[in-house]
């Protein structure tokens, strides 16, 4: 069982690049479905699919080639048939105003229902064993850190918040059909969110397992998407994924000698030195721009032979996470893998939100989460062959329970 991960900032080529793995994978005799959340329907644009097949199939897996199949999830059909009870209890809640402040900011916590929809896909095939590959083509990074945090979030509203809401809405349920105007939820919310919850469990456990899961993180030389690939990169390290390769995508092939494109190749070229010292020792996969646009079964299996270059696409391309960042009491830890035995006065600094970490001859930026950010103190020691730096409210004296 192999579940591969394409995340990446908007038009980087998320759907070519997942398209193009399944089908490799698809080649290798795997049984291979390629999930996606996309409204927009990429995924069976690039397989050039027709569009009647996909309405008749409406949110269904599609068999596109052989052992290969794809899936478009449609979340209106899905809230219609399985999320009645929740979503028209949300959707009576975000119309009510006058919201308890509290009360408001907890249920908002409620993660979006594509994502959960799409975990529960993951988790049903994998309890089935109806693939060997589940590949998904993620929405830009922003949907898709959401969509990583909800395993942790739904646990924690259901061990803190459920019990306690469920109770009180008993009680309260009998005596008024409204507190501040909040309608109060019924019973077969509740029941609701419990099956929800029921086939939800163990899918944190199998997207954090670096034996099934892996990231790809897609990417291009330039630099504000590889600004958004760090941001993206720290995030799943804090969400305990294992990232084991990023795909350097549209790289300009050396035969472009055009003057015109000259600024272009300099500036990819410096990039990519910079990706190279943001990311390692993660792999990065280059692959240039083709010379149109990737259509197709034949495109997407040229495409597939130029990321993986010979290489078993299933193959785990990076052992050992490269940065572990951790939530700890009053803080955050990263802890980091040193290349060689640097040694001497370890420097930090920080620029908005990047920490720059000089030791010796080595540098290393690293780009934080916005909550990590706003840390007051940072400190660092080593503890062979890890650098560990503590990022904490040290010295702003709240203590946070
Ligand atoms: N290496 C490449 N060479 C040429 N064209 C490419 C390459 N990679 C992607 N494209 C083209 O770029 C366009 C966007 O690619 P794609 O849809 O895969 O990106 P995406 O990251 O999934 O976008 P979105 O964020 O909108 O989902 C497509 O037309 C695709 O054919
Ligand atoms: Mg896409």
Redesign the pocket.
Known sequence: MRILFFA?K???????VAAATGMACARQGKRTIILSL?VAH?LSDVFDLEKGLLDFNRGEPVRVHDRLWIQELDIQREIEENWGDIHSYLSTLLRTSGLDEILAEELAVLPGMEEVNLLLYINRYVRKETYDVIILDCA?TGESLRFISIPTTLEWYIKKIFKVERTIARYVRPVARRVYDVPIPGEEYFDTIERLFERLRGVDRILTDPGITSVRL?TNPEKIVLKETQRAFMYFCLFGMHIDAVIM??VLPEAVRDDYFRDWRKNQKRYMETAEAYFSPVPILT????RE???GPEDLALLGEEIYAGRDPLDHFQEGAPLELSKEAGGYRIRIKIPFAAKGDIRLNRISDELVIRLGGYKKHVMLPRSVAAARSARARFEEPYLVIDLGDAEDGKGKG
């Open positions: 990446g908007g038009g980087v080529g998320k759907t070519s996309d990429s830009p897609v995508n549209r692959v240039n721009l083709f646009e990737i259509l």
